[in-house]
């Protein structure tokens, strides 16, 4: 494990703000380049929105934020550092995912194909072999797509071998569906609900209505994800993903100071100098400051607006948030007793809404409306790892979204959870009865366990197709480098946004290396003349 010290006065290569596991990618890369790292953690445990712990009865470990990690298990980032090597274990549910409807219809999708494809067919003729032919492409594409998505932008290495991988005419209707409604893209390629269902669901783990453009890609990812490397989780817990990171970071010298919130990223001369502190003790930094924080936190709060310009400034004041959530987790006395067969062996199961009750739910929220119907994401934590909890009971959760700046109370949230638990209880009759106990976060909560969930936002900005690349988190280079030299931003504010994969870590550790490399000063004077361009300094 990473040796955790007493704060006091320190030198080092880099300081990492925000031990969630971006930052600690970025601070494994950098500790293999053989940098002096310090990541400095706000909370009292490293990990971010991925961690576990016992807050509903003793013997049950629940997930406190993020639960399963598809693009994690496929991810070349997290890949590349060899975790299993320090400890994780990914286990897998029976069945990766289920959409139950009102009426206790089921979809499912299983990692294996001929399920799946039989289990469309049952909902429509021919919406099998529809299903086997969005595989084939992904089977295609798979690596050149993750390497372009998960990459540096721009992707210059992943997009060449994703076109030819493609041919023209494939990139062109490929192109087409980046920027579709998954609505949409669903009823160009099936007849059915039941793929329908399994899209527009998956499409909704983001702040994308189904109609909304831009959802599809959402959609048909998480759905290619699910059905070729399935909803994994690691083995005791979402925290043995962080154990590992922290482990490794550890035996390379990697340093962690937990309860220790950074008050100030210290800029002088237009570059990042190192931190200070809560308690006022200064970090410097000989080479960079790398920040796993939202953005508004971290331009706001960290840095301050006067040593940025106006027009980037500007363009912060648009950045715009994800919506807001309330998560309940339960201890369950047996498994949940879905009267759907084949919701019982899913990792995950959507549910409280069908194909057209999802378009209503995500209209009330771009009104600014709580949902009288939500959709509902449920983990069964037990059926996938049966480490979770004592034989023959279940750990589980659900979260659902809700709007923003409405004030949840403690009693909003609570009315909210029992309005989910009713949701389960219409497809699982007898579910209250198992109930052991339950503990309930509202966006409040959220935020006090991860100050990074500004509001319960849990993907740092919203996902929608007018703040991803170049957009995020503002009009720009769509890359881990700001306005601010030698400073970079490392969390999911950043290109390409939320979710486990590890993505905006490594990209701000690959942006650190470059600018302190042999070509380091080139780097950074392209780098600054790019951001002039895009946000002219000010007028005296």
């Not at 997930?63 to 320090?86: M, N, Q, T």
């Not at 759905?223 to 925290?239: I, N, S, W």
Request: proline letters at 7%; aromatic letters at 6%; one cysteine or more.
């Amino acid at each position: 494990m990473a040796e955790v010290v007493q704060v006091s006065d320190t030198v080092v290569d880099a300081v990492v703000v925000g031990a969630g596991h971006n930052g600690l990618v970025a601070a494994n890369i950098l500790a293999d380049a053989g940098w002096d790292v310090l990541v400095c953690e706000a909370s009292e445990a490293p990990g971010g929105a991925v961690r576990s712990a016992e807050v509903t009865a003793p013997g049950f470990v629940n997930d406190l934020f993020s639960a399963f990690y598809p693009l994690g298990a496929a991810s070349p980032v997290l890949r590349e550092l060899d975790l299993e090597h320090h400890g994780l274990r990914w286990r897998h549910a029976p069945a990766v995912l289920a959409h139950v409807t009102p009426d206790d219809r089921c979809a499912v999708l299983s990692r294996d194909l001929d399920t799946t494809a039989a289990g469309l067919d049952a909902w429509a003729p021919g919406d099998g072999d529809a299903w086997r032919a969005l595989v084939a492409q992904w089977q295609r594409i798979r690596e050149p797509l993750l390497d372009t998505v998960l990459r540096p932008f721009p992707p210059l290495r992943g997009t060449p071998r994703l076109l030819r991988a493609l041919g023209t005419a494939e990139a062109l209707r490929f192109a087409r569906m980046l920027v579709q409604p998954v609505t949409t893209f669903g009823r160009e390629h099936f007849t059915g609900d039941g793929a329908g269902l399994l899209l527009a669901g998956n499409a909704l783990h983001t702040d994308v209505g189904p109609d909304a453009p831009g959802s599809a890609v959402f959609g048909w990812l998480l759905a290619m994800l699910g059905q070729d490397v399935g909803f994994p989780v690691p083995q005791g817990g979402a925290g043995r993903l962080t154990d590992a990171l922290v482990t490794r970071f550890g035996g390379r010298g990697g340093r962690i100071d937990v309860g220790r919130p950074v008050s100030r990223v210290l800029v002088a001369g237009g570059r990042a100098l190192g931190v200070r502190d809560g308690d006022g003790v200064a970090v410097r930094a000989r080479r960079a400051v790398l920040a796993d924080v939202a953005a508004p936190v971290l331009y706001r709060d960290l840095v301050g607006e006067e040593h940025l310009p106006g027009r980037f400034v500007d363009d912060l004041r648009r950045f715009e948030w994800d919506l807001a959530t309330v998560k309940v987790d339960w201890a369950l006395d047996a498994p949940v007793p879905w009267t759907a067969p084949g919701a019982r062996d899913a990792g995950t199961v959507h549910l409280g809404v069908g194909l057209d009750g999802l378009r209503g739910y995500a209209a009330d929220l771009s009104a600014g409306r709580v949902p009288r119907e939500p959709f509902v994401l449920f983990g069964q934590m037990t059926t996938t790892d049966p480490t979770r909890s004592p034989t023959g009971t279940e750990s589980a959760w659900a979260y659902t979204h809700v709007p923003r700046d409405l004030g949840w109370t403690a009693d909003d949230a609570r009315r909210h959870a029992d309005l989910v638990e009713a949701l389960v209880e219409r497809n699982a009759p007898g579910f209250a009865g198992l109930v052991r106990a339950r503990s309930i976060a509202g966006p409040a909560d959220l935020q006090a366990r991860n100050p990074s969930l500004v509001d319960g936002a849990i993907n740092a900005g919203t996902a929608a197709i007018h703040q991803q690349l170049v957009f995020r988190p503002v009009p720009g280079t769509g890359r881990a480098d700001t306005p601010v030299d030698r400073l970079f931003l490392a969390g999911a504010s950043a290109h390409p946004g939320g979710a486990v994969h590890g993505a905006p870590g490594a990209n701000a550790a690959r942006a650190a290396l470059a600018a302190s490399g042999a070509a380091g000063p080139l780097y950074r004077a392209a780098v600054r003349a790019v951001h002039r361009r895009i946000h002219p300094p000010d007028q005296p």
